[in-house]
């Protein structure tokens, strides 16, 4: 019996993973009081939310912009781009926490980040399933 490879994507979601824990860690040890906690409050759902998204996904998760399948169930049957939309709900859970001016202009930067790949995504997904996309859309929110 032979063993395959896991694919890109379940590498990527665990490096998600160890970077945001690895954050999360430093952020938790270096600021102890209430404006961390109420951050990290933001943070850890989205976090969380960020990550089953990623796996409903499953194979149509990917660096660049394709269309394998038209997921729709889960998040997904409410929300077109629920992985931008809590990674950006983590992240600025983190910047509360972090309190830093920098940080508040990566987790900006990112935002725009998100709405650029959103609309190349959506372009994508609008060429291959045509109608039915559309009509995906009309009922889901981002």
Same mark, same amino acid.
């Given at each position: 019996m032979t063993r395959s490879k896991p694919s890109i994507s379940?590498?990527?979601?665990?490096?998600?993973?160890?970077?945001? &824990?690895? &954050?999360f860690l430093f952020v938790v040890a270096w600021r102890r009081d209430w404006v961390c906690i109420v951050g990290e409050a933001i943070a850890v759902p989205g976090? &969380?939310?960020?990550?089953?998204?990623?796996?409903?996904?499953?194979?149509?998760? $990917?660096?660049?912009?394709?269309?394998?399948?038209?997921? $729709?169930?889960?998040?997904?049957?409410?929300?077109r781009h629920p992985i931008y939309l809590f990674s950006t709900v983590a992240l600025l859970g983190t910047a509360v926490c972090?309190?830093?001016?920098?940080?508040? $202009?990566? &987790?900006g930067i990112s935002v725009l980040a998100q709405f650029w790949r959103a609309g190349r995504e959506e372009k994508v997904l609008r060429e291959k399933?045509?109608?039915?996309?559309?009509?995906?859309?009309?009922? $889901?929110?981002?």
């Open positions: 379940y590498w990527l979601l665990l490096g998600d993973f160890i970077f945001y &824990v690895a &954050v976090f &969380v939310l960020w990550f089953i998204a990623k796996l409903q996904l499953g194979s149509s998760f $990917t660096a660049k912009p394709e269309a394998r399948e038209l997921v $729709t169930v889960g998040l997904y049957s409410k929300i972090l309190r830093s001016g920098y940080f508040y $202009t990566f &987790v399933f045509g109608q039915q996309y559309i009509d995906y859309r009309r009922r $889901t929110w981002f």
